[in-house]
């Protein structure tokens, strides 16, 4: 990996997604897909002999609306509250008295 790299935990995964979906208002949890193939693996001590075996692999993340207080969720308003809109300042106008 490079020197660079940016570590998560999956609470900044979901705070993240909640940001950049422009959801302010629920409470958010997030569920990841696996993919498993099964396949032959070599034994280590005897290359010669073949190991049944399963890879699995990350394939997906969703983010799903969870309920109040649920175990692992977010509330999408405390972490991307919406923003009020700006009021415009009046310029200030002289009188020609």
């Not at 979901?14 to 693996?41: C, D, N, P």
């Not at 977010?74 to 020609?96: G, W």
Request: proline share 5%; hydrophobic share 35%.
């Amino acid at each position: 990996m490079a020197n660079n790299e940016r570590n998560f935990s999956i609470r900044d995964l979901i705070v993240a997604l909640l940001r950049e979906q422009k959801i302010s208002s629920g409470y958010w949890g997030l569920t990841m897909h696996f993919t498993a193939t099964g396949t032959a693996f070599t034994s280590t001590g005897q290359p010669e002999v073949k190991l049944p075996g399963l890879a699995v692999s990350v394939s997906g993340l969703t983010l799903v609306p969870a309920k109040d207080g649920e175990e692992g969720s977010i509330d999408a308003s405390q972490v991307n509250p919406l923003k009020s809109p700006r009021r415009k300042k009046r310029a200030i106008t002289k009188s020609l008295d």
